[in-house]
């Protein structure tokens, strides 16, 4: 047993020795070519560790490269990867920047189509899960709106038209739980303004139907705790919300409880 443990042991330690030594090696052979003044190796070396999805160094030598080839044949190839190495390292503002700069370098290019639309792309990959501020993800329907203006006879028009639904509905649930954030609280008033505001600025919202039943049950909830001179007021108001509901949603999930918050408002007045 002990002669076993010594040899995976031994084993381990060689295993770590001869990665250590395949390490040290290449970050040597990377910083010689870094140094080197022989460009085409220079090139050379950036296309392979692009290849080999080594996207730290193939940018390095990229970024080194694109003013030197600036003119030439090979300037399009180092600034369109240039752009991808930022992209698939997730920097998505460099990576963005970068896309829209080869587009305005190379109008014609065979990539500018992909690059236009890799540009808008990175807002997207860029906009926050719906608890956040949602201004990237804004930008990103603005730029989705670019792209598709621009390139009307573009084969990605589908894709970013998903795309945009997928953040504008990002957008309405945001909308959604900022005003029923207020609901859960109990701040009925507030809760009554928000939930309208959320319908207004989102009418053909997939929670429409929960936002009308919350209003619903916000002015029964505010007009039973008020003070006498508003309590009628309120209850026309619950009544005006109920039927509203049921004049949209006939069949709602919440008919039962809609219909006793009714009763009890028609009684209270």
Known sequence: MYLCA?????VYISLFTVILILLISSCSEYQKIYKSSDYDLKYEKAMEYYDNEDYIRSSSLFEE???????TEAAEEVS?????????QRDYVMAGYYFRNFVASFPTSKYADECAFMNAYCYYEDSPSPNLDQTNTLKAIDELQIF????PNSPRIEECNKLIDELNDKLVLKSFNGAKLYYDLGEYKA????LNNSL???PDTRFREELLYMILRSSYELAKNSVPEKIRERYEQATEAYYKLVDEFPETEH??????LFQAAQKAL
């Open 200 to 202: 207004l600025e989102y």
């Open 255 to 260: 008919l039962r409880e809609a219909e006793r």
């Open 65 to 71: 490269l694109i003013p030197i080839y600036k003119g």
């Open 6 to 10: 010594m040899f995976k042991k031994g």
């Open 191 to 194: 809760s009554i303004t928000a």
């Open 148 to 151: 598709i203006n621009r390139h």
């Open 80 to 88: 369109y990867r240039y752009a991808y190495t930022y992209y698939y």
